[in-house]
């Protein structure tokens, strides 16, 4: 912070969580307009007196309109929220955190976002735009890109734009089905990259669970070879991070699974691996996809995960995690992240 700010802070202190506050409150209606003033007081934690004080100054301010749909950010707020967002980032301590966060978890990079997700849903949204923009930046430099599958992903493939197409870059599926969810299945997401960039795609239609018998048969199956080698080639890895059991309950695995997953401690998982909360594999789904040394061999790893109830599936992955990683995040995870490490160094 600039001694001018810090100067301003110290002496008028009540400024500074006034600015604050505004803040999160146009950026709160940005992210989840149309909004009404009673959803509004729930996220922000203040009363719908104190919200209606406020949006009735900031409508005067003409930063944000309102509709009979609810309250939305008009042009100029979204100027001012883009003026304000290295200043509120400085403000709200996060350079320090990412800084913080990339000591912890002994990796290249680490971005995070303001809130939570877990509060606010749309701050993935932001997660998927922050990604996208940072994995344009490296299609210039490398063309074979495998994805997984999941929300956060999705996020990602929505946010994704190409000025300029590349019929030389190759998004390949991850790994198989997942569960149902055609919309957050890799081939499905793997596919959207492509269409939007022009690249092309390679998928693997094939269940996330197979038995000893029907794996050793799909290993030796010339499809198959053909995505293993392309994993081998694998330039860029974009991921997401999961609650173990939540996964697996995701993936309708089987209840002997479950069990050993919850009883050998799992918290975390990545790429078909549960692990316990030092990092150790504590099961392993049989799946044709991604392998973890191939992941380790990839020269760019994107990890995308966000709200404060990832926070120990994080901290548990980046315990074996590559260090070639770039993690993005929110306010949340980063928040009990560091709260959970804290604890562990006092015992």
Known sequence: ?????????????????????????LQ????????????LSELAGMTERDIRKET???????????????????????????????FMREMAGLSDMEKQLKSILGITRVLILPQDSDDIPAVKANIGKEAARLL??????????????????????KEITADKKDASLQFIAARGGLGEDVLHQA????????????????????????????YEMMMREPVIKEMMELYDQTEVV????????????????????????????????????????????VYR???AGIQMEQVQNAPFILAVAGGRSKATAILSYFKIAPPQTTLITDEGAARKIIELTQKQEEF
């Open 136 to 157: 344009e930046t490296k299609f210039p430099l490398y063309k074979k890109i495998a994805v997984t599958g999941g929300s956060t992903m999705a996020a990602i493939s």
């Open 56 to 86: 009735d100054l900031l409508r005067n301010q003409q930063l944000i309109e309102a509709r009979t749909s609810g309250m939305y950010v008009s042009v100029q707020g979204e100027e001012v929220l883009e003026a304000l967002k290295d």
């Open 187 to 214: 081939n499905t997401i793997a596919s959207l990259f492509a269409e939007k960039t022009g690249g092309a795609v390679k998928t693997l239609y094939l269940p996330d669970h197979l038995s000893a018998e029907a």
């Open 1 to 25: 912070m600039d001694p001018l700010t810090e100067a301003k802070k110290k002496l008028m202190p009540e400024m500074t969580e006034l600015l604050k506050k505004r803040y999160q409150i």
């Open 238 to 281: 974009v991921h997401g991070i999961g609650n173990a059991e939540e996964i697996a309950l995701h993936r309708k695995s089987s209840l002997e699974e479950v069990n050993r997953i919850r009883n050998g401690g799992a918290v975390s998982e990545a790429f078909g691996y549960y692990f316990d909360k030092e990092g150790n594999v």
């Open 28 to 39: 709160t209606i940005g992210l989840e307009q149309p909004i009404g003033r009673r959803t």
């Open 285 to 287: 789904i049989r799946t």
